[in-house]
């Protein structure tokens, strides 16, 4: 199934946001609750903070 632009757009965004708006806590809880929240792997979310 392709994702369209925006929509990957829109998630790149939620991540950035919210890694940034929760960064007194650990980068691990951080990751755990957007994989539980966005139903993507911790792979996937490292690379969009990659970018």
């Known amino acids: 199934m392709k994702r369209s632009k925006e929509l990957l757009g829109k998630r ?3 991540v950035q946001n919210y890694v940034k708006d929760n960064s007194a806590k650990q980068m691990k809880v951080i990751i ?3 994989v539980e929240q ?3 792997s911790e792979k996937t979310i490292y690379n969009i903070l990659k970018q």
């Open 32 to 34: 755990n609750e957007l």
């Open 12 to 14: 790149k965004q939620f």
């Open 38 to 40: 966005l139903f993507i």
